[in-house]
């Protein structure tokens, strides 16, 4: 069974920056599509961004376009979701998805894998 993991949440002060990352057991994740969502509290879990199998695409929601990045790195065990000029309205567990479709989605039905999510607090 495939297990994802996130880590590098926190708290940050409005405009700061956070990364995130996520690591998957059993299967490096170069071989999957990610997406990363995010729920805040008392709303939706909502899509933030995602990155195809073969790095081709990647595909973000309008609120974090500009100021969100997401990426492998060099070794393309982990996905990372680097994060800029965050915001208060960024607060929000996020959560890492992977599925093994070839293509990037927003659809959460598509994706196979959820982590378990890792806390991000943006003060004003």
């Known amino acids: 069974q495939v297990r994802l993991v996130e880590s590098g949440g926190g708290l940050v002060q409005a405009g700061g920056s956070l990364r995130l990352s996520c690591a998957a057991s059993?299967?490096?994740?170069?071989?999957?599509?990610v997406g990363w969502y995010r729920q805040a509290p008392g709303k939706e879990r909502e899509f933030v961004a995602s990155?195809?199998?073969?790095?081709?695409?990647?595909d973000y929601a309008d609120s974090v376009k500009g100021r969100f990045t997401i990426s492998r790195d060099n070794a393309k065990i982990t996905v990372l979701l680097i994060m800029n000029n965050l915001e208060p309205e960024d607060t929000a567990v996020y959560y890492c998805?992977?599925?093994?479709?070839?293509?990037?989605?927003?659809?959460?039905?598509?994706?196979?894998?959820w982590g378990q999510g890792t806390q991000v607090t943006v003060s004003s």
């Open positions: 059993v299967v490096t994740l170069n071989l999957l599509g």
């Open positions: 998805a992977a599925t093994w479709q070839s293509i990037s989605s927003r659809l959460a039905y598509e994706y196979n894998y």
């Open positions: 990155i195809s199998r073969n790095d081709a695409t990647t």
